[in-house]
């Protein structure tokens, strides 16, 4: 796809595309009211100010809940199967994992949810399984307002890279 086709497209087009690339549909939303895009790197500007500044928390969790669990490969081709490709890629490095690491990102999951009740957001794209459990085991000492924080910022680099691929494919 191209910015000029992004903006020429239907707005419910327009809007699925968008929700491959974020799960908000506020976020998707305001995006649209803003076509025509000039460029990609003002689309990248804009979705970004939107993410940061013009989206609540339920928006932030719509977007979260859109994401497979990191490691859990079975709802990534069950209930994530728009996204499965690009989730797929960003998780690529999970598949290397050992039995005992994918366990102890399982039960970090679990306890990162318990904690927090969103699931643990991260992007993935060139990280080990190694490195998600650290970071994983790492920002669950945050506290709640801290790791929302940064599950946004998380978010928001998923967003990114998925925009990019977007105008890739």
Request: charged share 30%; hydrophobic share 40%; aromatic share 8%.
């Given at each position: 796809?191209?910015?000029?086709?992004?903006?020429?497209?239907?707005?419910?087009?327009?809007?699925?595309?968008?929700?491959?690339?974020?799960?908000?549909?506020?976020?998707?939303?305001?995006?649209?009211?803003?076509?025509?895009?000039?460029?990609?790197?003002?689309?990248?500007?804009?979705?970004?100010?939107i993410w940061f500044e013009q989206c609540s928390r339920e928006d932030?969790?719509?977007?979260?809940?859109?994401?497979?669990?990191?490691?859990?490969?079975?709802?990534?081709?069950?209930?994530?199967?728009?996204?499965?490709?690009?989730?797929?890629?960003?998780?690529?490095?999970?598949?290397?994992?050992?039995?005992?690491?994918?366990?102890?990102?399982?039960?970090?999951?679990?306890?990162?949810?318990?904690?927090?009740?969103?699931?643990?957001?991260?992007?993935?794209t060139r990280k080990s399984a190694e490195e998600m459990l650290e970071?994983?085991?790492?920002?669950?000492?945050?506290?709640?307002?801290?790791?929302?924080?940064?599950?946004?910022?998380?978010?928001?680099k998923i967003t990114k890279i998925r925009l990019q691929k977007l105008?890739?494919?």
């Amino acid at each position: 796809m191209t910015i000029d086709a992004l903006n020429k497209s239907k707005k419910n087009e327009a809007k699925e595309s968008l929700l491959k690339c974020c799960g908000s549909s506020r976020w998707a939303e305001k995006l649209l009211q803003s076509r025509p895009f000039k460029d990609a790197d003002s689309l990248f500007s804009l979705s970004e100010k939107i993410w940061f500044e013009q989206c609540s928390r339920e928006d932030w969790l719509e977007a979260f809940s859109q994401h497979p669990k990191i490691g859990d490969l079975e709802s990534l081709e069950e209930k994530f199967a728009a996204t499965k490709n690009w989730a797929g890629n960003e998780q690529a490095e999970v598949n290397l994992a050992s039995k005992k690491v994918l366990e102890k990102l399982a039960v970090g999951n679990e306890a990162y949810f318990q904690k927090f009740g969103y699931i643990f957001i991260v992007c993935a794209t060139r990280k080990s399984a190694e490195e998600m459990l650290e970071l994983l085991t790492q920002r669950l000492k945050n506290d709640a307002e801290e790791e929302l924080k940064i599950a946004m910022a998380e978010q928001n680099k998923i967003t990114k890279i998925r925009l990019q691929k977007l105008f890739s494919s």
